[in-house]
C-alpha cells in the first residue's frame, strides 16, 4: 500500500486512492498521538487485495476545516472513497456530519443505519452517533465519503461486521456495500480478502479473481 507521495495524476487506473481523515482537535494539535489513520491504514493493508494509495489528512475538529479537507481530497486528490474518524458524538465539537453533509451532492443513509446497528451490539451509546456517509460528484469524478467511529476497535468492528467463531457473519460491515458502490459512481474494481470481508456484487457485476 503506497500512500500520498504519489500524485492522482500518476495513479493507475486500477488504483483505489482512499483519503483518510482523522478528526481530532488535540491529536491534530500535538497533545497525543493520532490513532484514528493507523487504524485505517492498518485495516485496508489487511482487507484489500486491489492496489490502494491512502491519503492521509490530521486535521483540528472545525466544520470549515473539515469541509475543506473532504473537498480538497475528491476534487484535487481525486480519491474515489473518503473515511473520516473522529467527531460524530453529540458533543458541541462534534461537527464532521455537518461538514461532510455540507459538501454532499447525495446522501447514502443506508451506511449510517446500519453502523448504529453493529454498534448496538456493543453498547446502548451507539444511538448518539450521527455518523453519515455522502456522494461527491464533481465533473468527471464521483467519491463515497464515510463518517466512521473514532475508536479504532469500532472502526474495524464497523468496517468487517460481527462473526461467529467459525467466520460465518452475524451482522454484515458496511464495507462489504463500498466496491459495489465505487463501482456504480465510476470508480476501479475493487477485490478484498474474502476471510476479512466479503464484497457483495450482484452476479452480473463480478469480475473472476486473478
Not at 485495516?43 to 491519503?55: F, G, I, N, S
Not at 458524538?89 to 449510517?112: C, L, N, S, Y
Request: charged share 20%; aromatic share 4%.
Amino acid at each position: 500500500m503506497s500512500n500520498s507521495s504519489v500524485p492522482a495524476s500518476q495513479s493507475s487506473s486500477d488504483t483505489l486512492r482512499v483519503g483518510l481523515v482523522s478528526v481530532s482537535d488535540r491529536a491534530s494539535s500535538g497533545v497525543y498521538e493520532d490513532q484514528g489513520i493507523p487504524a485505517l491504514v492498518a485495516w485496508l493493508e489487511k482487507a484489500m487485495r486491489t492496489p490502494v494509495q491512502t491519503v492521509p489528512r490530521l486535521i483540528q475538529d472545525d466544520a470549515s476545516t473539515i469541509s475543506a479537507t473532504l473537498i480538497e481530497l475528491v476534487d484535487v486528490q481525486r480519491c474515489h472513497l473518503v473515511l473520516t474518524t473522529g467527531g460524530t458524538g453529540p458533543a458541541r465539537r462534534d461537527v464532521t456530519p455537518e461538514a461532510t453533509q455540507a459538501v454532499a451532492t447525495r446522501e447514502m443513509p443506508g451506511f449510517g443505519e446500519q453502523m448504529r446497528q453493529i454498534s448496538l451490539q456493543f453498547v446502548p451509546t451507539a444511538i448518539l452517533s450521527r455518523q453519515v456517509a455522502v456522494l461527491r460528484e464533481i465533473e468527471g469524478h464521483a467519491a463515497l465519503i464515510i463518517n466512521l467511529p473514532g475508536q479504532p476497535k469500532a472502526i474495524s468492528e464497523t468496517l468487517e461486521g460481527l462473526k461467529r467463531e467459525d467466520g460465518s457473519q452475524v451482522v454484515s460491515g458496511i464495507f462489504a456495500a463500498v466496491p459495489y458502490c465505487i463501482d456504480l459512481i465510476g470508480g476501479p474494481y475493487i477485490d478484498t480478502h474474502d476471510a476479512v470481508v466479503k464484497a457483495f456484487r450482484p452476479k452480473s457485476a463480478r469480475r473472476p479473481q486473478a
